[in-house]
């Protein structure tokens, strides 16, 4: 079992800059890729952006590509998740995920979730 705790969210301006971290617990920690998701009101859960196991590889979605940047420390068992030139689109609860597979968007892919930590950002 892989324990997530999210962390660093909260309310920013439209243009302002958050930095997000997902420490993790239990299982070896560099035995998976880790990503990121958000859910918006009323809206599905989406896939941000991932790395991969040793931090070398990164992928992103189109919406997020250029503005997040997404590093992980295995040292320290933690994720984190860089937000620049944030957008009031980019509210949303941004959960970190854990999965075997590296880079995958599919929920269903990630077999541990964190509880999620709300960032709001205002216009």
């Known amino acids: 079992q892989v324990q997530l705790v999210e962390s660093g969210g909260g309310l920013v301006q439209a243009g302002g800059s958050l930095r997000l971290s997902c420490a993790a617990s239990g299982r070896t920690f560099s035995n998976y890729a880790m990503a990121w998701f958000r859910q918006a009101p009323g809206k599905e859960r989406e896939f941000v952006g991932a790395v991969s196991w040793n931090g070398g590889s990164t992928v992103y979605a189109d919406s997020v590509k250029g503005r997040f940047t997404i590093s992980r420390d295995n040292t320290e068992n933690t994720v984190s998740l860089q937000m620049n030139s944030l957008k009031p689109e980019d509210t949303a609860v941004y959960y970190c995920?854990?999965?075997?597979?590296?880079?995958?968007?599919?929920?269903?892919?990630?077999?541990?979730w964190g509880q999620g930590t709300q960032v709001t950002v205002s216009s």
């Open positions: 995920a854990a999965s075997r597979l590296y880079g995958s968007v599919r929920r269903a892919s990630y077999d541990w």
